[in-house]
């Protein structure tokens, strides 16, 4: 006869007790705000109140990847067939300095961008979920020369727009 092992056995145990406890995954497909027949969503391009150009577009697009990594719901370009509509717009857009040298030159800027999120209903046009004043923001360092400026800020609007969408989407669909 075998003798089994003692951390085994508490692995074991632990597992059957964990089982029951109400224990459950964070993000799981069940627990977001979405009611079930919801399956198609159409995202409409994001409206940009800013005097930045483009941002809308990246945070949009942005969005649209987020959904399709999730693979529950397919996304679409148009309102036919959709379930369910989101929509959005950059409310706000700044870039601050937050760090300065000897002479007084700022060497470190913060970008920041808000916006809102709404998504309704297809069918009743009746309101899922919505967030207004989503603040997201990103640091970086001014590079020596001016033309380079405007290259990190680029980046830097495409860290937010990842870090943006990933954000809403979990938030709609984990319902945080």
Known sequence: MRRIRTPLVFALLACWLLEGCGYALVGRVDSGVLPEHIRIITIVPFENRTSRPEIEQRVTEEVAKEFSKRRRYRV???????????????TGFRTDPVQFNEEGRATRVETVVSLQATIRDASDDQILWSQNGLLFREQWDIPETETDFFDQET??????????????????????
């Open 155 to 176: 980046l830097a609007l495409d860290r937010i727009a990842r870090g943006a969408a990933g954000t809403l989407v979990s938030s709609l669909l984990e319902g945080f």
């Open 76 to 90: 679409v370009t148009e309102r036919a067939g959709a379930d369910a509509v989101l929509e959005g717009a950059i």
